[in-house]
Nanobody, 123 residues
C-alpha cells in the first residue's frame, strides 16, 4: 500500500502561483494513477487534475485548464500540481490520491488519500 503526504500549500494573493507536492512512500509508485482533488468549505470534494502512471496522459477540470499543471517524477515518488493565476475561488484543501488503471474524475476512482494541504487565495 502507498502512503501520501502533501506539502506546498499556503496563502497567496490572487494572480499568484503555488506548487503543491505529494510524496508517496511504499511500493511501486509507478503502479498508480495519481489525482489531485480539492474541497472548499461547505462544498463537495471535486476533481482537479489527474495523471497516468508514467505521465503520458493528463486530465483537468474545466475550472483549472490553462492555469494548473499536473506532473510526476516516478524516480522521486512525487506528484506535483503547479498552480498559476490563482483565484479566490481556488481556495480549498487540496488532497492527492492514488488510483488504479485509468485517470478517474470521481472520488471512487481512487483508493488512497493524503491528509491535504490548505491553499488560500486572497483577493
Amino acid at each position: 500500500q502507498v502512503q501520501l503526504v502533501e506539502s506546498g500549500g499556503g496563502l497567496v494573493q490572487a494572480g499568484g502561483s503555488l506548487r503543491l507536492s505529494c510524496a508517496a512512500s511504499g511500493r511501486a509508485f509507478s503502479n498508480y494513477v495519481m489525482g489531485w482533488f480539492r474541497q472548499a468549505p461547505g462544498k463537495e470534494r471535486e476533481f482537479v487534475a489527474g495523471i497516468s502512471r508514467f505521465g503520458a496522459n493528463t486530465e483537468y477540470a474545466d475550472s483549472v485548464k490553462g492555469r494548473f499543471t499536473i506532473s510526476r517524477d516516478n524516480a522521486k515518488n512525487t506528484v506535483y500540481l503547479e498552480m498559476n493565476n490563482l483565484k479566490p475561488e481556488d481556495t480549498a484543501v487540496y488532497s492527492c490520491a492514488a488510483g488504479g488503471v485509468r485517470i478517474g474524475v470521481t472520488r471512487t476512482s481512487y483508493h488512497t488519500w493524503g491528509q491535504g494541504t490548505q491553499v488560500t487565495v486572497s483577493s
